[in-house]
């Protein structure tokens, strides 16, 4: 999440797509959000240091980074929206 309280989703091309959030609850697993956010979205869940909206980033599933081939500012965790 950004400083000014937005996260980034994925579209369908895997670009990040800015989205306003305000964090209701937090504890050491989960974050629960409001906001503009709709079931089934892609939520970018890692840090991306320079993260613009329209860049292009590659989803990885595993949770390994030595296992990518992609450099790390272009990885991306993802979390599903639930409702």
């Known amino acids: 999440?950004?400083?000014?309280?937005?996260l980034?989703?994925?579209?369908?091309q895997d670009r990040l797509v800015p989205r306003s959030v305000?964090?209701?609850h937090r504890d050491s697993e989960r974050v629960v959000?409001?906001?503009d956010?709709?079931?089934g979205e892609r939520v970018c869940a890692t840090p991306l240091a320079h993260a613009v909206a329209g860049m292009a980033v590659r989803v990885v599933e595993n949770s390994d980074p030595a296992?990518?081939?992609a450099p790390?500012?272009?990885q991306v965790r993802t979390a599903g929206v639930q409702r």
Not at 8 to 12: A, K, M, P, R, S
């Open 1 to 6: 999440m950004t400083i000014d309280g937005r």
């Open 8 to 12: 980034f989703v994925l579209d369908e």
């Open 22 to 24: 305000r964090v209701l």
């Open 33 to 35: 959000l409001a906001g």
């Open 37 to 39: 956010l709709t079931a």
């Open 67 to 69: 296992d990518t081939a």
């Open 72 to 74: 790390a500012s272009q």
